[in-house]
């Protein structure tokens, strides 16, 4: 099984500035197969990323997502209040899905 | 509108069983896979199992294989998720979620509450 291991666990940045998400894997994982989603309190994830690059419908364009192999990146250019959320990364293999344990991004 | 939505929670002894259901409305049931992925209180995602758009081929986590069973019924839109010999380490809110071409999930529901305690 493929461990995704993703950091920092918390991240504390003000509104405005940019903010770097960094996703591991135990292997290498296909780019096609890396997803990225936000996830906010109550309510169920929203798929923001997927191909690793691909920004899903209606995800604002100061999301982004890099990255191949075994390292991946989320980048959010200008942060928002909204966006102040816990992210995951997730990736499929060989008939598997994990997710990384995800980073809290609080404001600062 | 795409939608999904589940049903079933509930509190339930250790050993004992559940059905959650989930109900997909707004799209084209049968062309798509279906996945539960499931939270623990105050913990991360955990990825369960998913079922084919046919139906043909199923996957589990190891936590869960040989004691879930999932299935599906797509004259009535329909996917279930069987548990048997529930252990408090199942306690979480139950998603299921629509996978894409790319294995990713891009519509969840609401999620359903499976709490196990005696």
């Known amino acids: 099984e493929i461990v995704l291991t993703q950091s920092p666990d918390t991240l504390s940045l003000s509104p405005g500035e940019r903010a770097t998400l960094s996703c591991r894997a135990s292997?290498?994982?296909?780019?096609?197969?890396l997803a990225w989603y936000q996830q906010k309190p109550g309510q169920a994830p929203r798929l923001l990323i997927y191909?690793?690059?691909s920004r899903a419908t209606g995800i604002p364009d100061r999301f982004s997502g890099s990255g191949s192999g075994t390292d991946f990146t989320l980048t959010i250019s200008r942060l928002e209040p909204e966006d102040f959320a816990v992210y995951y990364c997730?990736?499929?293999?060989?008939?598997?899905?994990?997710f990384g344990q995800g980073t809290k991004l609080e404001i600062k | 509108q795409v939608q999904l939505v589940e049903s079933g929670g509930g509190v339930v002894q250790p050993g004992r069983s559940l059905r959650l259901s989930c109900a997909a409305s707004g799209f084209t049931f049968s062309r798509y896979g279906i996945h539960w992925v499931r939270q623990a209180p105050r913990k991360g995602l955990e990825w369960v199992s998913v079922i084919t758009l046919d139906g043909g081929s199923k996957y589990y986590s190891d936590s869960v294989k040989g004691r879930f069973t999932i299935s599906r019924d797509n004259s009535e839109n329909m996917v279930y998720l069987q548990m048997n010999s529930l252990r408090a380490e199942d306690t979480a809110v139950y998603y299921c979620?629509?996978?894409?071409?790319?294995?990713?999930?891009?519509?969840w529901g609401q999620g359903t509450t499976v709490t196990v305690s005696s």
């Open positions: 979620a629509r996978e894409t071409p790319t294995y990713c999930m891009d519509v």
């Open positions: 191909g690793a690059s």
């Open positions: 997730q990736q499929y293999g060989s008939s598997s899905y994990t």
């Open positions: 292997q290498s994982v296909s780019s096609s197969y």
